[in-house]
């Protein structure tokens, strides 16, 4: 089955800096990789998704970048601020049937204001 | 548009005892999956509800099983609890098969084995 491995476990930047959290998955067929932010005593929140037809995708601070080939991508978060402080957990999934999503272990990022 | 809702929130059990879980989905949404969260573990797949079928397992043992009721509601429920089944239960919701959008979660159970 699919497993996806995630790193670092724990991240702390500086307000202002950026983030990079990197993600490895084994199956070649997975084509769908979103990315789950969870703050403290609430649930996973999607926050921004690729799909395997794409290399990058942005949508404000925040950017993911797909490399097929090396079965790796990563979530970037430019400018953080405080808010950002919350586990993140990256995800791959690939379409057709009834596939499960294999989550990674989990991200937990401070920013330091 | 009434989110994912999970009761109950909190539970404290007995090592022995049993305990059921619900998941009430998004309105339209017929996929019902469930996510065991330990801070060790990161999210772990239960198992996945599609049109009152199972349609994927997660490795766990057979004390974990679940349900889907033809409103698309499901229950999950433990068997035989141990103190390693305390955790927070997750439930995500899409609209089904071959859905590449995300889930959505519920905010969860969390449950306490003691």
């Given amino acids: 089955g699919e497993n996806v491995e995630q790193h670092p476990s724990t991240l702390s930047v500086q307000e202002g800096d950026s983030a990079v959290i990197k993600c490895t998955y084994s199956d070649s067929a997975s084509n769908y990789f979103p990315w789950y932010k969870q703050e403290l005593g609430k649930r996973p929140q999607l926050i921004i998704d690729i799909r395997s037809n794409v290399g990058e995708k942005k949508d404000q601070r925040i950017a993911v970048t797909l490399n097929k080939t090396a079965k790796h991508f990563s979530l970037h978060i430019t400018e ?11 995800a791959a999934s690939r379409s057709g049937g009834y596939q499960k999503v294999t989550f990674g272990t989990g991200t937990k990022l401070q920013v330091i204001p | 548009k009434a989110g994912v809702t999970q009761t109950p929130r909190y539970l404290i059990k007995t090592r022995g005892q049993q305990v059921t ?9 017929r996929s019902v999956s469930w996510y065991q969260q330990t801070p060790g573990q990161g999210l772990q797949f239960l ?4 049109s ?11 004390r974990f099983s679940g349900r889907q009721f033809s409103n698309s509601r499901s229950e999950m429920n433990v068997s035989t609890l141990e103190l390693g ?11 089904g098969q071959g859905y590449l959008n995300g889930y959505t979660f519920g905010s969860g159970t969390r449950l306490t084995v003691v």
Wanted: hydrophobic letters at 25%; charged letters at 15%.
């Fill in chain 2, 21 to 29: 879980l619900s998941c009430s989905p998004i309105s339209g949404h």
């Fill in chain 2, 47 to 50: 198992f996945e509800y599609f």
């Fill in chain 1, 80 to 90: 953080t601020q405080p808010e950002d402080s919350a586990v993140y957990f990256c």
């Fill in chain 2, 85 to 95: 089944d305390s955790a927070l239960y997750l439930c995500a919701s899409s609209p």
């Fill in chain 2, 52 to 62: 009152e079928t199972q349609r994927n397992k997660g490795n766990f043992p057979g």
